[in-house]
């Protein structure tokens, strides 16, 4: 089992002075375990080698590739594709930090930080991490029979979701990569959960949602949309179609416990 204590953590962070600023915090949680590299081929030599980090944290801009660069050679890496990885970065332009929501960051932390938010983000890793305690809170839901449906198009973001789900205990899980492949599934068979982002080519999540509260075989499913989307008018307009609840990418995962709880 985990605890904040016994993490090992890899911090990616080429300003000194940051470096020894996020050291501080880290070490405030109690935290001892910390490498620090500054750039990112020699944060991945780092992940590769034995013993690996439990968690990656990592600034945006690296002096040969971004964060977001960094996190998608994790993900496209077998052996580092389940590392968590938390973003600590100034940089707050939308279309810059979505590449790192869809990857399946643990949290994106601004700069600066307090060590409240350090906190709860290292927490959420450590639910992650924690696979059996997470399956074990959610017993009695019987999540080995539920059927999930999930759709992103999103490669990463699927992979990242279809791994917590999975944690949680979830077996019958299927994919769609937008709302066109998803009706078809809709229609096939009954789900007990559906999640879903809100941007996608050809169906998004709010076509996708009014379609499955107008059809007779999902309409009463719970589903959840998990989106970066900061536009409240498109987020009020998912309400309004019917949309069971909407979490944040990145989302805590105690935060998806709960909903998912609530809606089973």
């Known amino acids: 089992m985990f605890n904040l204590q016994h993490l090992s953590v890899c911090l990616v962070e080429p300003s000194r002075p940051q470096g020894t600023i996020i050291q501080g915090y880290l070490k405030q949680l109690g935290i ?4 620090i590299v500054t750039d990112g081929q020699a944060g991945i030599a780092r992940m590769h080698a034995v013993p690996r980090p439990d968690i990656v944290v990592s600034a945006m801009y ?69 696979a059996a305690d997470l399956r074990a809170s959610l017993e009695g839901y019987d999540l080995d029979a539920r059927q999930v449906l999930l759709v992103d198009d999103s490669t990463t973001s699927r992979h990242y979701l279809r791994s917590v789900l999975e944690r949680m205990g979830f077996e019958h899980i299927s994919e769609a990569g937008n709302g066109v492949e998803a009706v078809p599934l809709l229609d096939a068979q ?36 998990i989106s970066g989307e900061q536009d409240f008018a498109r987020l ?25 709880t609530q809606f089973l």
Request: hydrophobic fraction near 45%; aromatic fraction near 6%.
């Open 62 to 130: 690296l002096p040969d590739m971004t964060g977001a660069d960094l996190v998608h050679v994790m993900r496209g890496d077998d052996d580092l594709r389940e590392m968590p990885f938390v973003l600590i970065s100034s940089e707050t332009r939308p279309q810059q930090l979505d590449a790192i929501r869809q990857a399946g960051a643990m949290a994106i932390l601004p700069k600066p930080f307090n060590l409240s938010q350090l906190d709860r983000a290292l927490c959420s890793a450590l639910d992650y991490l924690n």
């Open 190 to 225: 009954q789900f007990d959960l559906i999640l879903t982002d809100y941007n996608m080519p050809e169906m998004d999540g709010k076509a996708l949602i009014e379609y499955i509260r107008s059809h007779p075989v999902n309409m009463s499913c719970p589903v959840l949309m």
């Open 32 to 35: 001892e375990k910390i490498d």
């Open 236 to 260: 009020a307009a998912v309400e309004e179609a019917g949309v069971s609840a909407i979490c944040d990418k990145p989302f805590e995962i105690d935060t998806l416990r709960q909903l998912i």
